[in-house]
Structure formats: C-alpha cells, structure tokens
C-alpha cells in the first residue's frame, strides 16, 4: 500500500526562521503526494500537492515543498515563519487500492514562538 | 466557494445510541470518503464511495457503516456507540484524485 511517514512527532522553530516539515513515502509507481494544514478544532486545508513535473511545488500562504525522488522525501518549506503558522501539519499520498483515498501521516505539530 | 458541510461540529451520544453523521458536498464529486482522527493516529480511513449506492470498506470499518442514496451525501452511521468511537470525523470529496475538499469535521464524544 502507499504510505507515508512523519517522523517529528512536533516541530519548534523561531518566527521569522526558515521552517521544514518532513515527509518521506512509500508507493508503486509514480506518487501523488499533498500537504494538509490543520487549526484548531478545524477541517483540512490543502497546501500544496505534487503530480508531476517541477520538483519544487509552491502553495499556499507561502509554503513549498521539495519532492526528492531518490530520497522519497517530500518536506514542506517555508522561508520565513509566522506565529499563525502554528497548526497540525500532515503529509498525504494518494492510494490507488482505496479508491484514490489519501493515506495520511499522523501528523506534525509546528509550533512557532515569537 | 466550493464546500463540504457536516451537519454537526460537535455531538455528544450515549453509549448504545444509534448515530448519523452527515456530509454534504455541493461540487458534483462522484468520490466520498470519511476518516476519523485520533491524536497521534493521524487520520484513517474509514469508508469511501466512488458513486451513487456503491460503497467499500476502508481501513477500519468496523463498528460503523455508510449510505449514499444521492450524490452529493454520504452519511456515516455508527449502528451502536461505543465509548472508543468518541473521535473526530472528517468527511472528503473528490471529482478525481487531483483534488479532495475537506469538511470542517465533527467532534463526536460517547459516554
């Protein structure tokens, strides 16, 4: 099955920092990879997403991500943090055996102190 | 503004209780998925639909059904509550498996 995998469990970086987020994963084929942003007691809001083509995808409210496909990486980055980036973050692929539902990480509390 | 609305933000159900989670998408998707979200689990797959009255099994279906009568609701039905179902459940659609919108979830308690 596609995969992913989180490995800090939280994230602690200064305002105005450059931030990473990491992700590797695990798929057959080519991937189809997301980042979701979580706030508090809130749905999901989609980031960014890699289909295919330029490594480097820009998203939303100024974050990128990386895909390393001889790494299997796929962290999230953003150049400078803002307090309000404070959130949950998860990685995402979509899984061609359930129907192209999104298996998720478990997730990464980012926590960015002023 | 495309959307996702589950009826409820917050529910509070007795153990045994038969219980409706409903989601609406108002994007003519012909995929529908639930998910519940645990601390530390991430989100996990609970049921998806890719179409009017089809249904299949995600991850951890047990203890829980759906019904899609319609395109646009997917209804999440947990036959008998119990105390290890109280999580948040977070409703998706999909036209194609480029882009999934999110509902804003509801945060389902049982005791």
């Known amino acids: 099955a596609q995969s992913v995998a989180q490995p800090e469990d939280q994230v602690n970086v200064a305002e105005g920092n450059p931030l990473t987020v990491k992700c590797t994963y695990s798929v057959s084929g080519n991937p189809y990879l997301f980042w979701y942003v979580q706030y508090p007691n809130r749905g999901l809001q989609f980031l960014l997403k890699y289909i295919t083509g330029d490594n480097l995808v820009k998203g939303s409210y100024g974050f990128e991500a990386e895909f390393n496909k001889s790494q299997t990486s796929f962290h999230l980055k953003k150049p400078s943090a803002l307090v309000s980036d404070s959130a949950l973050y998860f990685c995402a692929v979509r899984d061609g055996n359930s129907g192209y539902a999104l298996n998720f990480g478990k997730g990464t509390s980012l926590l960015v102190t002023p | ?111």
Not at chain 2, 36 to 48: A, K
Not at chain 2, 68 to 76: T, Y
Request: proline fraction near 2%.
């Open chain 2, 1 to 111: 503004d495309v959307k996702v609305t589950q009826s409820s933000r917050y529910l509070v159900k007795r153990t045994g209780e038969k219980v409706f989670l409903e989601c609406v998408q108002d994007m003519d998707h012909e995929n529908m998925f639930w998910y519940r979200q645990d601390p530390g689990l991430g989100l996990r797959l609970i049921y998806f639909s890719y179409d009017v009255k089809m249904k299949e099994k995600g991850d951890i279906p047990e203890g829980y059904s759906v019904s899609r009568e319609k395109k646009e609701r997917f209804s999440l039905i947990l036959e008998s509550a119990s105390t290890n179902q109280t999580s948040m459940y977070l409703c998706a659609s999909s036209r194609d498996s480029y882009g999934y919108t999110f509902g804003s979830g509801t945060r389902l308690t049982v005791v």
